[in-house]
């Protein structure tokens, strides 16, 4: 995890919204120390309601601003596959934007079709999100396991895959991205976007 590559983000969010760091910081309802705090890579104890605040006033996704710090890439774990294929059918559940209450518990279904040559077989679909905690509160969907088996799915067989996740405990915009990848974990379409869920966790 770097704080500097937290900082270089940040600093690169701020030049691309045209604001200066006084008209963020007024923005966002935040102190212009609490700002500089932040861009020297101080984030660990910061509030979960300030970066959410930050985000909205930069017009970003919450998890733009703190990926860079805590997500670890999975570029070049690449699975070796021949004449496979996928495609994504359909949201069963909660298709993008659904609401959801803070701290709720639900579960999310794709529905996805073998467009390849070959089965699938032992393949697992995993969560590409870093689990990611702020002034000690979840940030971002959190699933209850990071990986769930696939089951073997013949060329044209259509197969509904399910996650169970919880919403963290304030108003937002989360987003949970899942890709399938061998026994090794490496990625089998790395290719094709994501399937993921995206959900407006709101308050009564």
Request: glycine share 6%; hydrophobic share 40%.
């Amino acid at each position: 995890m770097s704080g500097r590559r937290f900082s270089t983000s940040l600093n690169e969010l701020i030049e691309q919204s045209n604001l200066t760091k006084t008209q963020l910081a007024e923005r966002a309802g935040i102190s212009r120390a609490s700002l500089y705090n932040l861009l020297s890579g101080d984030v660990a104890e910061s509030k979960l309601s300030t970066l959410i605040r930050l985000s909205s006033a930069l017009g970003v996704h919450p998890l733009d601003i703190i990926h860079p710090y805590f997500h670890k890439s999975m570029r070049g774990r690449l699975a070796t596959t021949h004449q496979a294929g996928t495609a994504f059918i359909e949201d069963v559940t909660y298709p993008d934007y659904s609401s959801v209450m803070p701290h709720q518990t639900f579960v999310k279904t794709w529905a996805v079709m073998n467009t390849g040559k070959v089965p699938w077989e032992n393949l697992f679909l995993v969560c590409q999100d870093a689990p990611v905690e702020v002034g000690g509160m979840a940030m971002g969907l959190q699933p209850d396991q990071p990986r769930i088996a696939i089951p073997k799915t013949v060329p044209g067989e259509k197969i509904l895959l399910s996650v169970t996740l919880t919403a963290p405990g304030l108003p937002c915009t989360v987003k949970s991205e899942w890709k399938a990848t061998d026994a090794n974990g490496k990625l089998c379409f790395p290719g094709k976007l994501p399937l993921y869920c995206i959900v407006k966790v709101c308050s009564l």
